[in-house]
């Protein structure tokens, strides 16, 4: 996870002082690697991702944006999780409720899950599995993934079996998260 140096008001604005990072975003690591990666690279570089997911979920927190241009590759060969800009807690309903206003309008299409296109959509941890299974997909295809109401307005799921090199378990992991 980036790290948080300093955060302040000024000017009428929030402001936060964030680490640092070097290296490409994996939006653009894709694109240099020929506009997609194998499974196996797929997988590995999200690996530390999910564990910071894993902390953010701890915390009663929720991302809610993510995608391959909030995921950086540094140079030292680390990833960070970045862009916290749209978490919600989905804990204090006072603080969701004012984080949810602030932030409704934040959608990824072809990476947000369906319940974040609803005031009354249920955001979990479920919500971030859907947007990095969607990221995985993109780094797999270097497609970005079909909007999800028109996946469910056409009844049609992504067919797992086309995408070369994955494994019948990488298949399920990623069919369940989507």
């Given at each position: ?20 990072l ?21 997988f ?7 564990a ?5 979920h ?19 060969g ?12 989905v ?28 005031a ?14 969607a ?14 109401h ?5 009844d049609?799921?992504?067919?797992w ?9 990488q ?5 369940k998260?989507m």
């Amino acid at each position: 996870i980036v790290s948080i140096l300093d955060f302040f008001e000024a000017n009428n604005t929030a402001y936060i002082v964030m680490e640092y990072l070097q290296g490409y975003d994996l939006k653009a690591y894709i694109r240099k690697k020929g506009g997609r990666l194998s499974p196996t690279q797929t997988f590995n570089i999200m690996r530390p991702v999910m564990a910071a997911l894993a902390q953010v979920h701890e915390a009663a927190l929720v991302h809610r944006d993510i995608s391959p241009d909030n995921i950086m590759l540094q140079y030292d060969g680390s990833v960070k999780l970045m862009d916290f800009g749209a978490v919600r807690s989905v804990n204090n309903a006072a603080v969701d409720k004012e984080l949810t206003q602030a932030t409704q309008a934040i959608v990824k299409h072809g990476f947000a899950p369906i319940e974040q296109y609803s005031a009354k959509g249920s955001i979990g941890p479920w919500t971030d599995e859907y947007a990095l299974c969607a990221t995985m997909y993109y780094c797999v295809t270097g497609k970005v993934p079909e909007n999800v109401h028109d996946r469910i307005d056409e009844d049609k799921d992504i067919d797992w079996d086309a995408v070369a090199g994955l494994t019948d378990r990488q298949k399920e992991i990623l069919q369940k998260g989507m």
